[in-house]
């Protein structure tokens, strides 16, 4: 246990060493590299000890056992943390700053920790005395070995069920994933507890929202707001009365509602006079809205106000609104009456009209990041099945190695449409950590299967002999990941909670099919030996 500690507690300082030595700071993603070193690490101690262990009580000597256990389990555990390595490296692959960081800090930590791994535990052991007969009763646990027996028989009898079953699972899952959706909140995974969301909904019941949109009118002259003052200004008036009419955007600010201000106060604050200027009212206003270029008197107020919403060429107009959180879906559509609107107005020759803010900036960042995860899917998916190809050597042990990977995604798809959670940046991320991660499962099985195989055995003799001798490190490992990341799940943040039994709900679905789908498909699909 003390062993197994040390080699995950080394790989975490090593995690927050990468992360100095490049720069970086410990962001939201960041911040779960630790955690999921040590989720990572446990398995590769787990996977050495018991086979070291289960050869010890074979051969009797300790020499044979460390041998056994480099030769058998070091390619294994290399090619596994290689799988896990490219499941979260390939963020470094994308164009979204925070994601990059994350995959480059994780994809050098999981290789180091193979390096730690496979010199510290053999070296650590050949000091420390043979392992007594208790250290190895867990090998002959009955409940585990009545679960292997069960598996057996699973194997080579109910093949036809099991397919039927997968088949009959999957069709229920490709119907949730059509009920997939893609939306994201700028407060989506904030508690619903939590001071800061209580507060925005308040303003949001109250005032409309305070979410920042802003919306800019460019003349594409300079001095293009002069040319036609009252013109421009009774335009932005009539663009601010229709958003203003929105039940999800608060009244604009603008140099318009300044001027309106304005006229009121010249007029003894008279609220009839709360209006736009007209031709008879400039004359009488323009003292209190001119300030020369070169003079040394400080801006007024109201010239303050107008500077901050318009630029110094007198190009290009600022309207600012507060809006509510309407999620990605919504967004765009509101946008697009604005625009609609703004273009029956502003004459789409002489007018440009752009929108930025928070808002916008969240909309657009939400969806960039997600398309830059699907990406990342699909490349950890092919490096990973160029990986399986060069290790097996073998189209059919290829497809064997991708199926029982691929399963458990489309379930956990599935299972994200029928329960209604969204696709957004925290679960599009539960995809490829959950791949590289569960992949483990299948190159360790594969690979004891086909060191187990020879001339002489039959198919079924050595799935057999592969169920016994890998299926007890794959549920104690399968273990230790699931509860690994179920922790993620008393987490505050949302993200970190979906992170958390997304994952976990992959990792289950994983080790089922690699201990009962993959074994029978092995069978129902490996050439016939003639007899």
Same mark, same amino acid.
């Given at each position: ?425 925290? @679960?599009? %991320?539960? +995809?490829?950590? *959950? &791949?590289? /991660? $569960? =992949? ?72 089922? @099919?690699? %201990?009962? +789908?993959?074994? *029978? &498909?092995? /069978? $129902? =699909? ?6």
């Amino acid at each position: 246990m003390v062993l197994s500690l040390l080699v995950v507690i080394i790989g975490v300082v090593f995690s927050l060493a990468t992360m100095h030595l490049f720069g970086y700071k410990i962001t939201l993603l960041n911040a779960l590299i630790p955690p999921l070193i040590v989720v990572i690490g446990i398995p590769n101690c787990i996977y050495f000890l018991n086979k070291y262990h289960s050869s010890f009580r074979e051969t009797g000597e300790k020499r044979k056992a460390l041998y056994e256990m480099i030769s058998k389990m070091g390619i294994v555990t290399l090619f596994c943390n290689i799988a896990a390595a490219i499941g979260f490296g390939v963020f470094a692959f994308t164009k979204s700053a925070i994601l990059k960081e994350f995959g480059v800090v994780a994809g050098i930590n999981i290789m180091l920790l193979f390096i730690i791994s496979i010199i510290l535990i053999p070296a650590a052991l050949s000091y420390l005395p043979d392992p007594k007969a208790r250290h190895m009763k867990y090998l002959s646990n009955r409940w585990l070995m009545n679960l292997l027996d069960w598996l057996e028989t699973w194997a080579l009898h109910h093949k036809r069920i099991i397919f039927i079953s997968t088949l009959f699972i999957l069709t229920i899952s490709i119907v949730g994933i059509t009920r997939l959706r893609s939306e994201a909140f700028i407060l989506d995974d904030l508690p619903k507890t939590d001071p800061v969301y209580a507060d925005l909904k308040f303003f949001e019941n109250n005032f409309k929202g305070v979410m920042p949109l802003e919306i800019l009118i460019d003349t594409k002259r300079k001095n293009g707001i002069r040319a036609n003052m009252l013109g421009n200004f009774t335009k932005i008036d009539k663009l601010s009365a229709y958003i203003d009419s929105s039940s999800v955007m608060a009244r604009p600010l603008s140099i318009v509602e300044g001027l309106k201000f304005l006229r009121q106060a010249y007029y003894n604050n008279d609220s009839l006079n709360y209006g736009l200027p007209n031709d008879l009212d400039l004359p009488f206003l323009a003292p209190y809205l001119s300030v020369k270029p070169d003079s040394n008197a400080k801006p007024n107020a109201i010239m303050k106000l107008a500077n901050s919403f318009v630029d110094s060429n007198k190009q290009t107009l600022r309207i600012s609104v507060n809006m509510a959180d309407v999620g990605s879906i919504r967004l765009p559509q509101i946008l697009g009456q604005v625009q609609k609107r703004a273009d029956e107005l502003f004459d789409t020759a002489h007018y440009k009209i752009e929108f930025t803010g928070t808002t916008v900036t969240f909309l657009e960042g939400s969806s960039f990041i997600i398309a830059g995860l699907k990406q990342s899917i699909l490349w950890a998916f092919i490096l990973i099945a160029i990986c399986m190809l060069y290790l097996f050597k073998s189209i059919r042990i290829l497809i064997c190695s991708l199926l029982p990977n691929l399963i458990p995604l489309v379930i956990t798809a599935g299972v994200m449409g029928w329960a209604g959670v969204p696709l957004k940046p925290s @679960t599009v %991320l539960v +995809f490829s950590i *959950a &791949l590289g /991660i $569960a =992949i483990d499962i299948t190159i360790r099985f594969l690979v004891n299967y086909k060191q187990d195989s020879n001339a002489d055995s039959s198919v079924e003799s050595t799935v057999i002999k592969t169920i016994h001798s890998t299926g007890i490190s794959i549920i104690y490992t399968s273990l230790v990941l699931i509860a690994g990341f179920v922790i993620f799940c008393f987490s505050g943040f949302g993200g970190t909670q979906a992170l958390g039994w997304l994952t976990s709900l992959t990792l289950v679905m994983a080790t089922l @099919t690699n %201990l009962i +789908f993959l074994p *029978a &498909l092995l /069978i $129902a =699909i490996s050439p016939k030996k003639k007899v």
